[in-house]
């Protein structure tokens, strides 16, 4: 069982929607974030929150819009998708953002997103 | 090119046999590497750590080897199981310089378990 829970795990949706995938953390850490997972490429970061303030932002299309209300619970709001972001969308939270062992990393199951 | 990489996409061991999962990286100023574990239809999971004052680190059944001078980190797996089948990524982190936003992945090796 995951700290990181992530729905949908499965998300078929047409170029025009508008949908979002949501992840929520049960672990009591201080960050979020977002990865993109695509076949045969590493593990690409979209989005990082620390303490609910966005930190990063790894020029991610503005088709991908992130949202963290508090410290539990992430999304990310989808529009205007094309094709080629058809991917695995993992999200993970740290204990920190900074210090310590950073890098250890919780990573939820992942939403398997199609864009049609 | 990549800062983190993995000598082979796919490796295939027998049952019970040694597994040794290598990968290169570039950055000289990275101080903590990773080793993940990602399982069909799940996300990475941790599996071990180890920071650059060190060259070896045990855990239950994996050791992680790194060579600092050639910029090389090896996973080593004992006594391979079924339930070892999965992709494997390393990822290293400048941890002086920043956050665990400075993570970096490697592709991935896909560990393939003969019976």
């Known amino acids: 069982e995951t700290g990181v829970t992530q729905t949908p795990r499965h998300l078929v949706m047409g170029m025009t929607n508008k949908k979002s995938l949501k992840c929520e953390q049960h672990?009591?850490?201080?960050?979020m974030y977002w990865y993109k997972q695509s076949a045969k490429k590493p593990l690409e970061l979209m989005f990082v929150?620390?303490?609910?303030?966005?930190?990063e932002n790894n020029s991610v299309p503005s088709r991908f819009s992130p949202e963290c209300p508090n410290s539990s619970h992430l999304f990310l709001h989808l529009h205007t998708l094309q094709p080629e972001d058809s991917a695995l969308y993992l999200c993970?939270?740290?204990?920190?953002?900074?210090?310590?062992?950073?890098?250890?990393?919780?990573f939820g199951e992942g939403s398997r997103l199609t864009v049609l | 090119g990549e800062s983190v990489g993995l000598h082979l996409p796919t490796l295939s061991v027998q049952e019970g046999d040694n597994s040794i999962i290598n990968c290169a990286y570039s950055n000289s100023a990275s101080d903590y590497f990773i080793w993940y574990k990602q399982e069909s239809g799940k996300g990475p999971q941790f599996i071990i750590d180890?920071?650059?004052?060190?060259d070896k680190r045990q855990g239950q059944r994996v050791t992680v080897l790194l060579n600092k001078t050639v910029k090389h980190l090896s996973l080593q797996i004992a006594a391979t199981q079924p339930g070892d089948s999965a992709v494997y990524f390393c990822?290293?982190?400048?941890?002086?310089?920043?956050?665990?936003?400075?993570?970096?992945f490697g592709k991935g090796t896909h560990l393939i378990i003969q019976p």
């Open positions: 180890i920071r650059s004052n060190m």
């Open positions: 929150y620390s303490l609910e303030e966005r930190v």
């Open positions: 990822a290293e982190n400048e941890v002086s310089g920043g956050g665990a936003d400075g993570l970096t």
């Open positions: 672990l009591g850490h201080n960050a």
């Open positions: 993970a939270s740290s204990q920190h953002y900074r210090g310590g062992n950073t890098g250890e990393l919780f």
